[in-house]
């Protein structure tokens, strides 16, 4: 059975803390993708890598950071969280053929 | 550059139909995807069409996609409570390494 984890379902952090959001996938993917999503906005791309070490910018990776040593595990980290970085982070994986992502259940990110 | 657009919100009753749609703008999308998301929780796959295709039905669901106006929709017979969620079309860009453009979600509401 196909599964993607993130490392925390909720979490609250302060103002300029780095936080460190972590996603595992146990399928053997190339690729992996971090979305941000909030309400009316849909999902956007925040960061992808198509290979280990490798990272391409999406479509809003201002204030983000990502980190991909090992193939089964992309990184997003906040290098000082603000608070319109409050949201709910989505982390996704597919393979070479990229016909369909899969999605980690999600992390909500509080910052105070 | 590319876009997708949906509706916000779609309220029925319980036994009816729902339709949900979806435009588009980029006409090399190979793969055009319907996701759904309870409370939550991340995104499930529904269902996906390939782009040389103008129908699939899988059980209670049925995908249209009409590639000359760049619309496709997602039709759900029998509507259920189970069935509130958001639903979410993308679509993928061939040769973009896996990579999807989402629309902002239609929130479907049944009523019992």
């Known amino acids: ?46 960061y992808f890598s198509y290979d280990v070490k490798m990272k391409e910018k999406g479509d809003i990776p201002e204030g983000y950071s990502v980190s991909r040593e090992k193939k089964e595990r992309f990184s997003l980290i906040l290098e000082s969280a603000s608070t319109n ?10 393979g070479l053929a990229g016909e369909t ?6 992390t909500r990110l509080l910052v105070l | 550059g590319e876009d997708v657009e949906q509706s ?25 995807y319907w996701y759904k998301q309870e409370p939550g929780a991340g995104l499930q796959l529904l269902t996906y069409i390939f782009s040389n295709m103008d129908m699939k039905q899988d059980q209670r669901l049925t995908v249209l996609l009409n590639k000359k106006d760049k619309h496709l929709s997602l039709r759900i017979a029998d509507t ?22 989402f629309g902002q979600g239609t929130t479907l509401q049944v009523k019992p």
Not at chain 1, 7 to 26: A, I, P
Not at chain 2, 8 to 32: K, Q
């Open chain 1, 101 to 106: 992502q899969y999605f980690g259940p999600g």
């Open chain 1, 85 to 94: 970085q409050t949201s709910m982070y989505l982390c996704a994986s597919t």
């Open chain 2, 8 to 32: 916000l919100f779609l309220s029925v009753r319980e036994g009816d139909s729902s339709v949900i749609n979806c435009t588009y703008t980029d006409s090399s999308s190979t793969y055009l």
């Open chain 2, 80 to 101: 259920q409570t189970g069935d509130s969620a958001i639903y979410f079309c993308a679509e993928s860009i061939w040769g973009n390494t896996g990579k999807l453009i």
């Open chain 1, 1 to 46: 059975d196909v599964k993607v984890t993130q490392s925390s379902r909720y979490l609250v952090k302060r103002t300029g803390e780095k936080v460190f959001l972590e996603c595992v996938q146990d399928m053997d993917h190339e690729n992996m993708f971090w979305y941000r999503q909030d309400p009316g906005l849909g999902l956007r791309l925040i």
